[in-house]
């Protein structure tokens, strides 16, 4: 009998700076597959009133239209539908109007087959779509292609996904695409995202493998209206050292252009009007109250903030940190951790046969951190159709005390608590890499922005019961054994070039993946949380 394999892949198109938002904007998602009629997908933890929810449908043997609910009481609306291929396929989306769990029912009568994959999402973009297409493939290709689709705004969430026939075939990501769930077995489905660019064509393409058709869509989504998301309070600079800041916003329609409209950069620093990245090396050390404004020359926003030139950057300290010596979804910080410290955690998925990543990817903790997602990276098994992911999270913690962390992972592989960190987001993240080859393997270079940035890493080979270990000058936290993934810490002084690099033994799969580095930057003023959907300024 055929099976549905299913991948979504979600693309956030900003403006010309590199990053737009300090976090990656899943919150959780999960996936599941049979051949039934009427299919559920239970979200690991509570929904945040005003999320979104994505939900990707392919089934077999009815043209009938599915039938969307949840235990909200939510009412789903049909971006996309195609009941004429063999795999046919179809997209829903609602707004959580609660604080808690939900369960999302799909039905179809007379299907077969029935595949879902739900996804939660921060309200970073509309649900209103800017354009849609989808096509077909067969013949078992390597790879497969979306249409192409030309965008009219900025920031667009581009969401593509597939269907394919056969229950042995897998879809994975190609870089610099973003895993956000994966499952396979009787089934499979998954899904994956990608921050980056501005208006114009874009496309999504997949690495097939054991898949000889297939269905596929691409749907652009609506940014929101043109908005400044960098916090008022910008990541601290030092005296007579280099800086670097890149001013973040979404939306808009092409290229984007900033000014200062009140107050000054400090001497020495100065703004690059068509990236906003702020460089230089100050010579002067005060407050500065800055207004930035930010046009696509139509629309313009303006945002108040302060930046603080300290004598010198502060060293972040690693308050306390632990790590897995046994498969585990949870752990417990030795000490308290204080209110105002930046937790850090790094997890791993591991491997199931059945369905690898259904239980969700997400992790909380008992002082209520939030903890977001800052980079992830999905790497397959050579020998077989499966995959592992590995991922770094982080958050402030909001108040004191013992501190269990708990991911929707098979392994957490290692939690820190850092002093005199500032900011933190994923402003500064190398590209995570996978291979096949001989230990050592390395991992792609990340330049440092400031001095003095704290550096994360984390890599894992397929096979659980391989012998890892991450190498000098990184440093893996107390009690991480390497027998799941091996993870670490680097303070980096300078500003310049940095891989990681891991040596293993055992890994009869061969195959094996590197997160890339993950860089939080130093400083004196307190930390900045990424800011919220919601931190932005009136449109003028």
Known sequence: ??????????????????????????????????????????????????????????????????????????????????????????????????????????????????????????????????????????????????????????????????????????????????????????????????????????????????????????????????????????????????YQYTLLSTGGAGPLTWSITSGSLPSGLSLNASTGVITGTPSVSNNFNITFQVTDGTHTITKATTLKVTTAFNTPTIVQSKGLSANSSALTFTSNVTAGNTIIVAGDSGTNVTNLHAEGEYCTDTVGTNLQLLSKLDFQSVISNQSRTIAFYGGVAPSSGADIVQCGFNGVTGIWELSNVQFFGNENVGAGLRGTSASPITSSSLTTIVPNELLFSTGATYTTSASNAIQSPFTAPPGNSGWFSSTGSNAATTVTGYTSSFAFTGNGDTGWGISGILGIRPGSNGIIAPPSATNQTTIL
């Open 1 to 242: 009998m055929p099976r549905v394999i299913i991948l979504l892949i979600v693309v956030l198109f900003p403006c010309i700076a590199e990053a737009q938002i300090s976090y990656l904007p899943l919150v959780q998602s999960i996936s599941t597959a049979a051949n039934v009629s009427s299919n559920t997908c239970v979200f690991p933890r509570n929904a945040t009133t005003g999320n979104y929810v994505i939900v990707s449908i392919y089934w077999f043997s009815s043209t009938n239209t599915p039938t969307v609910s949840d235990s909200q009481t939510n009412t789903y609306t049909q971006k996309f539908i195609n009941t004429s291929p063999s795999v046919k396929g179809a997209v829903y989306t609602t707004t959580a109007t609660a604080n808690n769990q939900i369960t999302v029912t799909v039905s179809i009568s007379g299907g077969s087959f029935l595949n879902l994959t739900c996804s939660e999402f921060t309200p970073d973009f509309s649900l209103t779509i800017d354009v849609q297409s989808d096509n077909t493939f067969s013949g078992s290709p390597s790879t497969a292609t979306s249409p192409s689709v030309t965008t009219t705004l900025n920031n667009d969430l581009i969401y593509c996904s597939v269907g394919g026939f056969d229950s042995a075939g897998l879809f994975f990501s190609v870089a610099p695409f973003t895993m956000s769930v994966l499952s396979n077995g009787a089934d499979s489905s998954g899904s994956e995202f990608w921050m980056a660019g501005q208006s114009g064509s874009t496309s999504c393409t997949f690495n097939v493998r054991g898949t000889s058709q297939g269905t596929l869509s691409i749907i652009a989504f609506k940014s929101n209206s043109i908005a400044i998301q960098s916090p008022a309070t910008l990541p601290d600079a030092a005296l007579s050292t280099a």
